[in-house]
């Protein structure tokens, strides 16, 4: 309970869903239970302390996933002139929130997040590219926010839900990766 309420004051999970996990939690009779609760949480004393993950399109551009790989809490793309693409939709993500830093430069930075994950996008300066946000609101408990920050620069930067093609290839073979 105490970890619940600490990620509450830390701002990782709101006070409607502070109250409903710590209402489980005193109706819970195994610690499988209790575990449920805080898998989405970071464990006490154990920082993300890997370094950023930095994206540089350069000259032909750059990309990470769709297959599996484990999200750090920070990310860096920068466009640059070939562009660069982040698709989280098949990813190992075990932050309530992300910080994703895009920098559209010449070409663009295109990010893809499954359904159900849901953004903050306040800190972007859209630049004269913009910024096209085709997410949806609706977070579901217990999945990442991506914080997005940077700047659109000339090409602009789009985050959405993966597009049909993509969820075509999602659905005809969810075990990739």
């Known amino acids: 309970m105490e970890r ?19 209402e489980q939690a005193l109706k819970s009779k195994l610690l499988a239970e209790l575990a449920v609760l805080t898998a ?21 551009g750059a990309s990470r996933g769709p297959g599996r790989w484990e999200v ?30 895009a920098y559209g430069e010449t070409s663009g930075v295109t990010i893809v997040i499954p359904d159900g994950w849901a953004t903050e996008t306040s800190g972007m300066d859209p630049g004269t590219g913009g910024l096209t946000d085709e997410t949806t609101p609706d977070r579901l408990p217990g999945t990442p926010l991506i914080r997005l920050t940077g700047s659109g620069g000339m090409a602009g930067v789009v985050i959405r839900h993966p597009n049909h093609r993509e969820r075509r290839k999602l659905h005809s073979n969810p075990a990739q990766g």
């Open 40 to 60: 989405d949480l970071p464990r006490p004393g154990s920082p993300d302390n890997r370094p950023p993950l930095v994206l540089k399109g350069g000259m032909s």
């Open 72 to 101: 750090p809490g920070h990310v860096i793309a920068h466009g640059g002139v070939g562009g660069v693409k982040i698709d989280f939709t098949r990813v190992e993500c075990h932050h309530t929130e992300v910080a994703v830093e």
């Open 4 to 22: 619940l309420r600490d990620a509450a004051a830390e701002g990782r999970i709101d006070l409607d869903e502070l109250d409903s996990r710590l």
